[in-house]
């Protein structure tokens, strides 16, 4: 027969961890003043930027229009005016493989197009970064700029160069990595609580003064508004209630109340433990965080139903049992399971969290943290609730039959 580990031994200073993790969660949040709220819950601007040095320069000096437009694998000249109807010059990457055989296609297929060259004409034309920012109008008043960056052959540059160009603003920012150094990816987030009070122009100037003129691609730039972030911060708050709500109504339907009250003190808890450690690692908090706290709460109160199916299923078998001796049974019974099932969830957030960067990495962190919790709140903070519960039932029903046998 299977040996039966007691569990219940560890209910005890299991409460006592819980109950100084939750003050310590709640001290937390007091003393950093709530979380490092990242620009989905506050007004503000994301950039992604890249810092590459201009390779071509274009202008149209036609009377016709023209319009650049490309992909990863290729550029696209498009004319359009009197007699013409948006006639394209498609230029492949894999067809002409450097940047002087891009300049002389287009010019001698374009008679108005006048390319000037920046960089060695034999580098390779894939490496080729377009910035989002640009105007894709060519006109022969102000080039549109191609930057040019091979992570390859090129020098990492550290984000602390970055933070130092970003210094002289005053109000809250932050800078994310986004890949390797030698890719020069990086992530702005600018705090605006007055709407439009900075703009994506400044923050391409402020970062050109630093590393230079023509050096800064815009790959993605997203402003988010007052309203919008706090319509994110509330409807966050709903989602959780209402998370929490669910589980007690189809705890209680399915099971009995103390189970229903146990699987939402559980998730309370599991919530708790990851707000204290966003709190204390200052993470910042963004709605991949409120996803990670979803996915632990569906986690770990898919582990409390399992448990609870089986402490039903043994109540049945062992009637005669005392009923902690049931919860130590169950429990045993699902440990392999909750090991095997966290384990081998927990390496592909491992590998998640070791391959990527920025907010996803975050999101990959929070997850392993909260999928440790979850087993611990179901081994323990679960069972241990129930059987409290269970001890004043029945030490209730003791009251009542001495009352009733004394009168």
């Not at 969660?25 to 490092?36: D, L």
């Not at 932050?174 to 600018?190: A, E, H, K, P, T």
Request: neutral net charge; without cysteine; hydrophobic residues 45%.
């Amino acid at each position: 027969m299977k040996k039966t580990i007691q569990f219940s031994k560890f209910f005890f200073p299991a409460a006592i961890i819980s109950v100084v993790l939750v003050v310590f969660s709640i001290t937390g949040y007091i003393i950093h003043k709530g979380f490092a709220l990242g620009v989905d819950f506050q007004a503000g601007l994301l950039q992604e930027v890249q810092i590459a040095p201009s390779a071509l320069n274009i202008r149209w000096n036609g009377t016709t229009s023209a319009v650049i437009q490309y992909d990863r694998n290729n550029v696209y000249i498009i004319i359009s005016g009197s007699g013409i109807e948006g006639k394209t010059y498609k230029y492949s990457f894999a067809e002409y493989t450097t940047l002087g055989a891009i300049k002389r296609a287009m010019e001698a297929e374009l008679n108005d197009i006048e390319v000037t060259l920046l960089i060695n004409e034999n580098n390779n034309s894939i490496w080729l970064v377009f910035s989002s920012q640009s105007n894709s109008n060519l006109s022969s008043v102000s080039p549109y700029v191609i930057h040019y960056l091979d992570p390859g052959a090129s020098s990492p540059t550290d984000i602390s160069e970055v933070r130092t160009a970003m210094s002289s603003f005053s109000q809250g920012v932050s800078v994310q990595n986004l890949g390797n150094q030698n890719d020069r990816q990086f992530m702005i987030r600018i705090e605006d609580k007055e709407e439009g009070r900075v703009t994506s122009n400044e923050i391409v100037q402020v970062l050109e003064a630093h590393f230079g003129k023509g050096t800064i691609a815009v790959l993605r730039s997203d402003y988010v508004g007052s309203r919008f972030s706090k319509n994110l911060t509330d409807q966050a708050g709903v989602l959780i209630s209402l998370t929490l709500l669910l589980v007690l109504i189809y705890s209680a339907i399915r099971f009995k109340l103390q189970f229903a009250v146990g699987a939402v003190i559980a998730i309370m808890y599991d919530v708790l433990v990851i707000i204290a450690f966003v709190v204390w690692t200052r993470m910042e908090f963004t709605t991949l965080s409120i996803a990670a706290i979803l996915t632990i709460l569906g986690y770990s109160t898919n582990n409390t139903i399992i448990l609870f199916d089986r402490i039903r299923e043994n109540l049945r078998i062992y009637s005669d049992n005392a009923f902690v001796d049931i919860l130590n049974i169950s429990l045993t019974g699902i440990l392999g399971r909750t090991i095997i099932t966290t384990a081998s969830t927990m390496l592909a957030v491992l590998a998640l969290f070791i391959f990527t960067t920025g907010s996803m990495k975050d999101f990959a962190l929070a997850l392993l943290v909260g999928m440790i919790s979850g087993v611990f709140t179901t081994l323990f903070i679960v069972s241990g609730f129930v059987n409290f519960w269970d001890k004043l039932k029945v030490k209730r029903e003791k009251k009542k039959l001495a009352a009733k046998i004394a009168g």
